[in-house]
């Protein structure tokens, strides 16, 4: 079988596990509480790399469903041919009264993935109820034929087969039109292969996004239109819900803000993720999200760290002064790029925006912890420190909704 790359995709009492083989074969996953009484069957499709060799591989999509909230269960796939190993996973809470634990980073490469150890380590000590991956990959999952992507998803094995590994599209998955990323993940919904999408965690609605519809141009304009058209749908449905879901936490991967020292989009006053189609200024996110109450953004890209204050059209909107995100007037913006790729750090120009909080170039992660209603806890973790946490901060909202 040669089994690479097992992914687990959670909503609720549903689980969607993806992985891949070399041969068609059958598509099974055994699994249970106590031992492997369980059996469910899916498919699989076949995956030809854009390449010169155009390397093969069956792409296999189990889903569980009638999953126990809070229940431990083991597993394994594959088929009479050969099985993988033994994972275990926790069925995730449908409802929204209990508090998600998250940890979330962009910009991960098969080499110098420094991060990645204590990743897997506190993934499989159950720190975590999911990872959010801020896109890019592997570096890149089609580089040598697809041989690269291939050890990548061993790699976040250790991860992805134990808690659900929620993705979004980055610059560096643009080859074949992004066809790696589309057929190597299974994201909730079909409204754009994994492009976008969203999902319910406890008290928040998280929404994935492709801000690389806006810089891929070749592929057409329609997908841009088509994914706001989308997000202005979805959003006003979260908004309908905020009495029972009342966070709504955004994350795609090229920042509307930054204050790294080269000349990516998010250094430019007038960023394209920000204000729209270069000239045309159609279809910008930053006013979409800001009148949509988005309470939390999150990016990657850069390959640092850095914490904004409430931020709305370059002003600075904290809750006071004594404490700025107190009941923000406008959304947090975070920077999370750095858990390691073998492009190494970004720098930062000597002079921050007026409205960052703070910056590192430390490898790490970010941790989102959404306790309830009101406060959301998130902190940055410093690899090079042997796990320290560099940096921390409360959002806490009395209400949710249009800032005023």
Same mark, same amino acid.
């Given at each position: 079988?040669?089994?690479?790359?097992?992914?687990?995709?959670?909503?609720?009492?549903?689980?969607?596990? $993806?992985?891949?083989?070399?041969? +068609?074969?059958?598509?099974?996953?055994?699994?249970?509480?106590?031992?492997?009484?369980?059996?469910?069957?899916?498919?699989?499709?076949?995956?030809?790399?854009?390449?010169?060799?155009?390397?093969?591989?069956?792409?296999?999509?189990?889903?569980?469903?009638?999953?126990?909230?809070?229940? #431990?269960?083991?597993?394994?796939?594959?088929? +009479?041919? =050969?099985?993988?190993?033994?994972?275990?996973?926790?069925?995730?809470?449908?409802?929204?009264?209990?508090?998600?634990?998250? =940890?979330?980073?962009?910009?991960?490469?098969?080499?110098?993935?420094?991060?990645?150890?204590?990743?897997?380590?506190?993934?499989?000590?159950?720190?975590?109820?999911?990872?959010?991956?801020?896109?890019?990959?592997?570096?890149?999952? @089609?580089?040598?034929?697809?041989?690269?992507?291939?050890?990548?998803?061993? *790699?976040?094995? +250790?991860? =992805?087969?134990?808690?659900?590994?929620? $993705?979004?599209?980055?610059?560096?998955?643009? =080859?074949?039109?992004?066809?790696?990323?589309?057929?190597?993940?299974?994201?909730?919904?079909?409204?754009?292969?994994?492009?976008?999408?969203?999902?319910?965690?406890?008290?928040?609605?998280?929404?994935?996004?492709?801000?690389? &519809?806006?810089?891929?141009?070749?592929?057409?304009? *329609?997908?841009?239109?088509?994914?706001?058209?989308?997000?202005?749908?979805?959003?006003?449905? +979260?908004?309908?819900?905020?009495?029972?879901?009342?966070?709504?936490?955004?994350?795609?991967?090229?920042?509307?803000?930054?204050?790294?020292?080269?000349?990516?989009?998010?250094?430019?006053?007038?960023?394209?993720? #920000?204000?729209?189609?270069?000239?045309?200024?159609?279809?910008?996110?930053?006013?979409?999200? &800001?009148?949509?109450?988005?309470?939390?953004?999150?990016?990657?890209?850069?390959?640092?760290?850095?914490?904004?204050?409430?931020? &709305?059209?370059?002003? $600075?909107?904290?809750?006071?002064?004594?404490?700025?995100? $107190? @009941?923000?007037?406008?959304?947090?913006?975070?920077?999370?790029?750095?858990?390691?790729?073998?492009?190494?750090?970004?720098?930062?120009?000597?002079?921050?925006?007026?409205?960052?909080?703070?910056?590192?170039?430390?490898?790490?992660?970010?941790?989102?912890?959404?306790? @309830?209603?009101?406060?959301?806890?998130?902190?940055?973790?410093?690899? %090079?420190?042997?796990?320290?946490?560099?940096?921390?901060?409360?959002?806490?909202? %009395?209400?949710?909704?249009?800032?005023?």
């Amino acid at each position: 079988m040669s089994e690479r790359g097992i992914t687990a995709v959670g909503s609720s009492s549903e689980l969607v596990l $993806t992985w891949s083989t070399f041969n +068609a074969t059958d598509s099974v996953v055994e699994y249970g509480t106590t031992s492997l009484n369980l059996r469910a069957t899916g498919g699989s499709s076949l995956f030809v790399d854009g390449g010169s060799l155009h390397r093969p591989q069956y792409i296999h999509r189990v889903s569980l469903t009638g999953l126990q909230a809070g229940q #431990r269960y083991m597993y394994h796939v594959g088929s +009479a041919v =050969a099985w993988s190993d033994l994972f275990f996973f926790t069925a995730l809470r449908s409802d929204a009264s209990w508090s998600p634990r998250v =940890a979330l980073f962009g910009d991960m490469g098969n080499e110098n993935a420094q991060s990645l150890p204590r990743l897997q380590s506190e993934a499989q000590q159950g720190m975590y109820d999911a990872v959010l991956h801020v896109g890019d990959f592997a570096y890149d999952m @089609n580089t040598d034929d697809g041989l690269v992507g291939d050890e990548f998803m061993r *790699q976040i094995e +250790a991860v =992805a087969a134990y808690v659900p590994y929620m $993705t979004c599209v980055g610059n560096h998955e643009n =080859a074949y039109n992004f066809s790696h990323y589309k057929a190597r993940f299974s994201m909730p919904g079909d409204d754009g292969a994994n492009m976008f999408y969203s999902f319910d965690l406890g008290p928040a609605h998280f929404i994935s996004l492709s801000t690389e &519809y806006y810089f891929f141009l070749e592929y057409g304009m *329609q997908q841009i239109r088509t994914q706001y058209e989308w997000l202005q749908r979805d959003l006003e449905m +979260a908004n309908q819900n905020r009495a029972e879901r009342p966070w709504i936490v955004t994350f795609g991967h090229r920042p509307m803000y930054c204050s790294n020292d080269n000349s990516d989009d998010c250094t430019h006053r007038q960023s394209i993720t #920000r204000v729209g189609v270069p000239y045309l200024h159609l279809y910008g996110l930053e006013k979409l999200f &800001y009148d949509s109450g988005v309470d939390l953004e999150l990016w990657a890209h850069e390959h640092s760290y850095e914490r904004f204050w409430p931020v &709305y059209n370059e002003e $600075t909107r904290n809750g006071s002064t004594a404490s700025p995100y $107190t @009941n923000p007037r406008g959304p947090v913006h975070i920077v999370t790029g750095s858990a390691g790729c073998r492009e190494g750090r970004a720098s930062f120009r000597n002079e921050s925006l007026p409205f960052s909080a703070f910056r590192s170039n430390e490898y790490g992660y970010t941790r989102i912890n959404i306790f @309830n209603s009101s406060h959301l806890y998130l902190e940055q973790v410093s690899d %090079d420190q042997g796990g320290k946490v560099i940096d921390h901060m409360w959002i806490v909202k %009395d209400t949710h909704g249009a800032y005023p």
